[in-house]
């Protein structure tokens, strides 16, 4: 569900190694699919997956496991789309920014949706037309995934590690996200050179310490050291643009409502200042306004 | 001193009013105000303005004042450079942003350099060609100019206003700059719609806010309410783009440093924390980073 390039990614790779995938998404996507196949530019391999395609959610009828790949933004209106198509023993994981979107998917499909954190660095480049610049694993909580689905995603090179702390997975990579998306997209930058840059890593540093004090009064165990994995972000995504810049390129609206904006809102609550995310997100959200602006 | 936007407004203003004026500038604006005079284009009025102008810095000799409408970041070799024409009886005025930069002149020319704060709304639309947006008035201390030099200036239509805090007033500008500058040139929005952005307002509230604690502990007495200010300036220079805005735009060095950056780093000297100005410091610094590397 959602064909953008984390659907079409993980959807690609299953493709790829023999199951049956139906992508569902955008008209532009879908027909280019339908002619063409995925064109799948990944680091290890550039071809054309033959994957079935369509704009009608309807068809998720009869998945046996449903991939949520929707932005933040979309993810109610889509599981209300969704609700009525979802069968009863169909596993459903929300593969998506944000640490609220399971739970979102959850109270709309009225049945268990797993978090899944995703590290993939991939853009779409044109209609069906994906291309992968790194990375690709998922991690998941213990009950997501049987261990014969964990190893057909292994065969079909999509490593998926078992995490019992998902949730502190996801404020982990919700912590990356604030520290490079809202920076990437105001600058235009990729993450390699914005970690580079001295400036660029104080302000960082500033964000990732309001994270982990809203984190800390959530109670949020996290699994490992924030700024190492800031670092590691820069080490193995360097030419990555975030999802953040991608949306601001083509004058759409991004996620830091899920993003820095969910900090600010957490901090808010819990009295616990969080200006540097809240620069941040008023900077994204102005940026949205003035291209919004510009399409009246 | 400084041919750019400031520089050319005064100078042009008091030459249109029969004073002797030198416009001491860049070759490209020199070259075109030598052979076409100074073109003001003004809410007032638009007029071919015949005033001197020279590359040659030495030519400020025998001015009895000197108006200093240089970048902050040049105030130190401008100052070296100047030191050596300077009259002894000549009167030294300090046109520029930030709170620092009467101090630097007068540590390298060893004499009195008096703060003017300017509020004008202006840019240079091309070589020689000068935009004024509205307003045009000075603020001075008591002891910056005498009464009949403060009737020359009325005379010539720029209303100077003594204030017996000009510390203070320098200080109420700087927050202005703080709050407007960055925000304008990263967004690059004029004022006016800025201020009507209510995340735009909510990042400004606590820059402001930010830059209040730093002036406290600095000892300063603010002429003001600071955040009526900055709503004055969204009704007074609705249309205008920051000077920073205007440099990035230009791929110039902008005066970062002297505003967002001289708040982070008197709050670092206090331990006052500034994570608000410190986010538009870098992304200042970042975007500034990005068009010199592109030129590389």
């Not at 049956?20 to 998404?25: A, F, H, N, R, S």
Request: hydrophobic letters at 45%; charged letters at 20%.
């Amino acid at each position: 569900m959602g064909a953008g390039a984390v659907g079409c990614y993980y959807g690609g790779m299953l493709c790829r190694a023999g199951h049956q995938v139906m992508l569902i998404g955008r008209t532009q996507h879908v027909e280019a699919i339908r002619r063409h196949g995925l064109l799948m530019d990944t680091t290890g391999f550039r071809a054309h997956i033959p994957v079935q395609a369509s704009v009608e959610v309807g068809d998720i009828q009869g998945a046996s496991l449903i991939l949520c790949c929707i932005k933040s933004n979309d993810t109610e209106n889509a599981a209300a789309m969704m609700a009525p198509f979802v069968g009863p023993d169909a596993i459903v994981l929300s593969l998506q920014n944000g640490v609220e979107n399971a739970k979102r998917l959850q109270a709309k499909l009225l049945r268990t949706v797993y978090p899944a954190v995703v590290y993939v660095a991939v853009e779409m480049m044109g209609p069906g037309h994906l291309k992968h610049h790194g990375r690709g694993e998922l991690v998941v909580g213990p009950s997501a995934m049987s261990s014969d689905m964990l190893e057909d995603f292994a065969k079909a090179g999509v490593p998926v590690r078992v995490s019992d702390n998902v949730v502190g997975e996801l404020w982990a990579k919700l912590i990356l996200n604030c520290a490079y998306n809202a920076i990437s997209a105001i600058t235009k930058l990729p993450y390699g050179p914005l970690f580079e840059n001295e400036d660029a890593r104080d302000l960082m540093r500033l964000v990732v310490r309001e994270c982990l004090a809203v984190a800390q009064r959530e109670s949020i165990t996290l699994p490992g050291d924030s700024w190492q994995g800031v670092e590691l972000i820069a080490a193995t995504m360097s030419g990555q643009f975030s999802s953040t810049a991608q949306d601001l390129m083509r004058g759409r609206r991004s996620e830091i409502d899920d993003l820095n904006g969910h900090i600010v809102r957490r901090g808010q609550s819990l009295a616990i200042d969080t200006p540097a995310n809240q620069a941040l997100y008023s900077l994204v959200k102005l940026l949205e306004s003035a291209f919004t602006a510009n399409q009246l």
